[in-house]
């Protein structure tokens, strides 16, 4: 069928970047073509009736299970919760389905089940309906969860890559890179993996604010897996305008940022679990601004840069602290697996 | 919290038997409790707005990946709409969730993902969302399939186990065992494994036909893993009612029964994947049953039995071809892991 440059799957192939890419692109849309399916949204947008709903899936392999700031549980029910959020809907059901390793450790699985109980109620989504296989040892790495999600679009919040316009002004929630780095280090047991924290937490309730009082959202997006560098490729090869942000006004945790440089990774191809990249209206960028600060999850939100046209094909492009400028790429994908 | 009988989690607490149940009732359930979940339904209800919604998942780590009759892709498309379908919800949009190891053929994921595309095209489905995860080679064993389904429930169709009378019959479309006794020989390699097909196929074209042009359909449930004995049990547990069922009614494959005895298993425990026991009122008995029987899919359709008052406490019982009776119980749940 079409041209293959692997025969075999690769870890990068599901590492968010652009071998990822290819395997949805060229691979799985082919053959499951549908219009809701092409728009390669967070969610699926779909009209039943007189309920507009968002539908999303997602499983998680998150290795080490436990990290500073969360664990696979709260990571699982946060991820989908976002999923619905940054499409603009309100969360309102959730599926969870276990592939647990038969010799996993009941207490584990417990804490793990507590922690999905817990998230689930301080973001008020329930849990409606599941399922538990298990596999034999040594042929699933200790427990794998997926959850599926539905919300509800409230009337009126229409969101999409089409609505963006040069001029609108790109915000996001707080510093970049702290879930990636977090896993990272845990994993190999860095010396500062103490002074790492997983931003892993449940937008729904600030992006609901933010969808409610103020106008001029065009389009947001969680920048998980490749990071805000993915994203930001995704918006100006979506929209084909260019991306134009400024290093100085990004927001990195010196932690997290001497961690990349010792790991030789780019902050901005490192997975966040609690950040969401809002594309807004001039008119309305500094309220929204002003609305993230005063919550507890958008106290160090700023607005990185801007929606430019393009002057030959759209790129994202960076102007960094020293006055230069650099090109932000679409991350291949190696960088770092199994982080969510 | 629990009384908790084993410390670390067992095959058996996937099969879907008594272990299934405990580690669904005694950790699950008390931790996410809320009165949807709480009904353990095939699918979830859901309203929202005037749209009458089911919601289900269900992860697929079948050994082998491809059989007689089918494969993991099909298998995954088809258990989750025949969840929708005998909750009385016609499928309308699926998500589809791969866990790939790394090192997998590409050739067997294209493979996979064609006989998905296939199965849900030619079911009126359309997979709308989706999400792909790789592991390092060891983490899985090739590759799981995560899928939920958003379903519609037509107007005037409430089944539930509430709806259930004494003297109701109870149809099964066909013959059982099938699917669960090709997984289980070809994965042992016996020498009749080339006779055994799956049932794998999905029911919902069937079922909504049923719901259309009969009344009196009470409740509806796939035998899957577990077999009909888990369904009648769960039938006679959730209603208080008693099940009596005729073995001379229930049509078998003799090939799958001859595969069971040689290996010491009882049908009635064997996994289904195209099969649902429906209760029906005893004046539309017949009339569902003439549908089937028109229909490709309910050709050895037969009434194996009925719901009586129960005399002590609720139980299944059988009356065997020679005419004794006995008791079909809950199985354990170690009869055959990884069979869906």
Do not use: W
């Not at 392999?61 to 959020?85: E, H, M, R, S």
């Not at 924290?197 to 600030?206: E, I, P, Q, R, Y």
């Not at 790129?315 to 969510?340: A, S």
């Amino acid at each position: 069928m079409e041209a293959k440059r692997h025969d075999r799957i690769l870890l990068a192939h599901g590492g968010g970047g652009q071998l990822s890419d290819e395997l949805v692109r060229h691979t799985i849309l082919p053959r499951l073509q549908n219009d809701v399916l092409s728009e390669l949204a967070d969610s699926a947008r779909l009209d039943i009736d007189s309920a507009s709903l968002c539908f999303t899936t997602d499983s998680y392999v998150v290795k080490p299970l436990f990290f500073n700031g969360g664990d696979i549980g709260k990571l699982a029910v946060c991820g989908t919760i976002n999923d619905l959020a940054v499409a603009g809907a309100k969360p309102v059901a959730l599926s969870l389905s276990l592939i647990i390793e038969t010799g996993f450790d009941f207490k584990l699985l417990e804490k793990i089940l507590d922690s999905i109980s817990r998230t689930a109620k301080s973001s008020g989504v329930d849990i409606v309906t599941g399922d538990t296989k298990t596999v034999e040892a040594g042929a699933a790495d200790k427990i794998f969860i997926n959850t599926a999600g539905i919300g509800v679009r409230p009337k009126g919040v229409e969101l999409g890559l089409n609505k963006i316009k040069a001029g609108d002004k790109i915000l996001i929630n707080g510093t970049i890179g702290d879930h990636g780095m977090t896993i990272i280090s845990q994993r190999e047991d860095m010396k500062f993996q103490s002074q790492l924290k997983s931003d892993c937490s449940s937008l729904s309730g600030l992006i609901c604010q933010l969808l409610e009082d103020t106008e001029g959202i065009r389009f947001m997006r969680d920048p998980t897996r490749g990071g805000l560098a993915v994203t930001l490729n995704d918006i100006s090869r979506g929209t084909g305008f260019s991306v134009e942000i400024c290093e100085e006004d990004i927001a990195i945790n010196p932690t997290v940022q001497a961690a990349a440089d010792m790991l030789g990774f780019d902050v901005l191809n490192i997975a966040n679990e609690g950040k969401f990249a809002a594309i807004i209206s001039p008119e309305s960028a500094g309220q929204c601004l002003e609305l993230c600060r005063k919550n507890q999850l958008g106290k160090k939100a700023s607005i990185i840069g801007e929606i430019v046209e393009s002057r030959d094909v759209p790129v994202v492009e960076m102007v960094t602290r020293i006055g230069g400028r650099r090109i932000v790429q679409m991350p291949y994908g190696r960088e770092l697996p199994r982080i969510c």
